[in-house]
């Protein structure tokens, strides 16, 4: 019986840790029309294997900093992690306890005239 319950718990386990293929288009969650900034970004669950769409970023970026009287837009190198949601029991979101279950990734761009 005990191995049974074992192998339950095993299954369920490696379930729990596959990931699911995902394509994310990062959205604006926070600009500067006098700075001419726009930070766009997406959130990725533990569970998750992200394809990010980032021409539709710098299209949604662009329109933003058009929306403001910018012409151009251009982003900045690299991008920003944080993670927004710890893992708590025994894989209950996705994650291990003390590791990170969802994070945000974000990206600054620069509206240019």
Do not use: H
């Not at 005990?2 to 394509?23: D, E, F, H, K, Y």
């Not at 251009?74 to 306890?97: K, V």
């Amino acid at each position: 019986m005990n191995r049974i319950i074992a192998a339950t718990l095993l299954v369920a386990l490696a379930g729990g840790c596959a990931s699911t293929p995902v394509t994310k288009t990062p959205v604006a969650i926070s600009g500067s029309r006098a700075d001419g900034t726009v930070r766009m970004a997406y959130d990725v669950a533990a569970t998750e294997s992200v394809t990010v769409d980032w021409a539709g970023a710098d299209a949604n970026a662009l329109k933003r900093c058009q929306a403001w009287g910018y012409t151009k837009v251009e982003a900045f190198a690299g991008t920003t992690t944080e993670c927004n949601e710890m893992g708590r029991g025994l894989l209950i979101n996705g994650a291990l306890p003390g590791s990170c279950a969802k994070q945000m990734v974000s990206k600054e761009y620069q509206c240019l005239d």
